[in-house]
């Protein structure tokens, strides 16, 4: 019974690294998560909350949330911010939670293109409850009524700290952008065992355009546009390309994707074809919400309950002129956001 259940426990641990980073679907609502080089790419003060729940069916499933904040110094041709991640799995309380500051800066190509590289500096924490753990030789009561356990591999679960790094660029236009990220380019180690468990280098290409439904000679306050665009990411044997397309009429914005095309995995596996994910979402001036749901399409079917994500957005602007040239200002980032 010991052997058994330290195999599942180990299981868990494996299945948990294979899975790697969680992932967005709504991965532009989540820029800086996407990529560091987003940092600083809106008009001025940008507060951003994401919430997915993965798989709710099923018993303690995938639940992460992110908080970030960034802030465009037009005059420094800089962006900085903060980005905050915490991601809980299984019935142990498995939790990865990272926090981390990022800057870019900006760079002027011409009258209409910008190049923007990023930096992100953080450090990670990830422990788990050892407490809702049972071990074989657990199954036999002290006389206090404790549930003691002599198995070396209880007293070294625990918590581990590790620092991170990673960087991105960023090319973009009032239409076009497209990008490259690579995160945890050092490697870290997330080990609760003592071992070594390197989280592996993810990589994600990113591009969309955004175009106007309309281009007459007419002024008008609203213009509906779409916005196709595609995200593709791999970390170890992970490998995965999204690609869909927005549909803007202020304030409605909708969407629909298609999340995990595969690109080096056997299609008949049916790992990477994991959903197609709808899109509601509201945006004004200064706020943007959007909900999204993932019909799964693999192998876990409707048993899985696919997933819920929200996205929250608060955009706001400070009355300080700036003393920056009129030709050095730079243009926000045209993402499927306004």
Known sequence: MKKRILVILLMFLAIKVVG???????????????NPAFAGTGSDHRFIANYRNQWPNLSNGFVTYSFSYDYNLND?????????????AGS????STSIG????????LSNKWIMTPGLYFGYGRRNIDFNKLVFGDQLEFSND??????????????????FD????????????????????????????LGEESEIPIKTSIHAGVKIPLYNGVFKRDKISSIAP????????????????????????????????????????????????????GLQFDQFEIAYSYDFTISELGAISGGAHEVSLKYSMSLSIRSKTKRKDKFIPCPTFVK
Do not use: C
């Open 20 to 34: 790697q980073d969680p992932h967005f679907s709504q991965y532009y609502a989540a820029p800086m998560y996407l």
């Open 76 to 88: 420094l041709r800089s962006g900085v911010g903060m980005l905050a991640t915490v991601d809980k």
């Open 229 to 280: 665009s595609f995200v593709y990411q791999n970390q170890g044997s992970f490998d995965q390309l999204d690609v869909g397309l927005h549909f803007l009429y202020e304030p409605v914005m909708i969407g629909l994707w298609y999340r995990g095309i595969p690109i080096q995995q056997n299609t008949k596996d049916n790992v990477s074809q994991d959903a197609a994910v709808l899109i509601l």
């Open 165 to 192: 790094f990673g960087t991105g660029f960023l090319v973009y236009n009032k239409t076009f952008w497209a990008g490259v990220s690579a995160q945890h380019l050092n490697k870290p180690n997330r080990s609760l």
């Open 92 to 95: 142990a309380n498995l939790r």
């Open 101 to 108: 500051f990022i800057y870019s800066y900006k760079v002027q």
């Open 145 to 162: 009524g404790q549930v003691p356990t002599t198995d070396p591999t209880f007293g070294n679960l625990g918590s581990t700290g590790y």
